[in-house]
T-cell receptor, first 114, second 110 residues
Framework: DAEITQSPRHKITETGRQVTLACHQT?????MFWYRQDLGHGLRLIHY???????NKGEVSDGYSVSRSNTEDLPLTLESAASSQTSVYFC?????????????FGPGTRLTVT | GIQVEQSPPDLILQEGANSTLRCNFS?????LQWFHQNPWGQLINLFY???GTKQNGRLSATTVATERYSLLYISSSQTTDSGVYFC????????????FGTGTRLTVIP
C-alpha cells in the first residue's frame, strides 16, 4: 500500500546543531508539504514543493530549508536548531492539478531542542 | 485576514451521545478536510469535502461553501472518538497548502 513515512519519529538535539528530518512518500504525488504543530495549536506551513527541484516558503519558513531531488522525498533541514523550533513536524503530500486534492499526512516527528 | 475558526473549543460527551462540530472560514475554498488527531498524535483523514455532504459510518460532514461553513456530525459517540478534531481549508487565493483551525478537543466519557 502507498504510504508516507517520516524519520526519525523522535529526536533530541542541542541548540546550534544542524538537523535533517526525512519524509518519504510512495503515492507518487508531486505536491509535498512540511507543517509544524505547537502545543495547543493547529498546523502551520513551513515549506512546500510542487515537484522535483521546486521549493517554496510557507508561513513559518525562517530557520528551515528543503530540497527536492526526486518525487518521493522532501527532507527538512534546520540550519542551526533553536529552542523555538521544539515542535512536532508533519509531512504531507497530495496529487497535483489545478484543483487542490486531498492531503495525506505522515505520522510526525517530535523534535526537542535543548 | 484569512481565518479558520472552530467551535466549540472543548466538548465532553457521555458515551452514546451525538455531537456537532462547526468550522467557519473567511474566504472561498478549493478544499476542505476534517481530521481526527488521536491521543498518539496521528492525523487521520476523515473527510475531503469542499462542498456537499458525505457519510462514513457514524460520522458525517456537510460543507456549505456559499455560506463558508462546514459541520462534522458524530453520532453514538465512543471513547475511541476522543481526541482533537481539526478542520483545514485550501483557500482559492494562494498556494495549495492547508490552513488549519485550532481544533475541537473531544472527550468521550464511558
Amino acid at each position: 500500500d502507498a504510504e508516507i513515512t517520516q524519520s526519525p519519529r523522535h529526536k533530541i538535539t542541542e541548540t546550534g546543531r544542524q538537523v535533517t528530518l526525512a519524509c518519504h512518500q510512495t503515492w507518487n504525488h508531486n505536491n509535498m508539504f512540511w507543517y509544524r504543530q505547537d502545543l495547543g495549536h493547529g498546523l502551520r506551513l513551513i515549506h512546500y514543493s510542487y515537484g522535483v527541484h521546486d521549493t517554496n516558503k510557507g508561513e513559518v519558513s525562517d530557520g528551515y530549508s528543503v530540497s527536492r531531488s526526486n518525487t518521493e522525498d522532501l527532507p527538512l533541514t534546520l540550519e542551526s536548531a533553536a529552542s523555538s523550533q521544539t515542535s512536532v513536524y508533519f509531512c504531507a503530500s497530495s496529487e497535483s492539478a489545478g484543483v487542490p486534492y486531498e492531503q495525506y499526512f505522515g505520522p510526525g516527528t517530535r523534535l526537542t531542542v535543548t | 485576514g484569512i481565518q479558520v475558526e472552530q467551535s466549540p473549543p472543548d466538548l465532553i460527551l457521555q458515551e452514546g451521545a451525538n455531537s456537532t462540530l462547526r468550522c467557519n472560514f473567511s474566504d472561498s475554498v478549493n478544499n476542505l478536510q476534517w481530521f481526527h488527531q488521536n491521543p498518539w498524535g496521528q492525523l487521520i483523514n476523515l473527510f475531503y469535502i469542499p462542498s456537499g455532504t458525505k457519510q462514513n459510518g457514524r460520522l458525517s460532514a456537510t460543507t456549505v461553501a456559499t455560506e463558508r461553513y462546514s459541520l462534522l456530525y458524530i453520532s453514538s459517540s465512543q471513547t475511541t472518538d476522543s481526541g482533537v478534531y481539526f478542520c483545514a481549508v485550501v483557500f482559492q487565493t494562494g498556494a495549495n497548502n492547508l490552513f488549519f483551525g485550532t481544533g475541537t478537543r473531544l472527550t468521550v466519557i464511558p
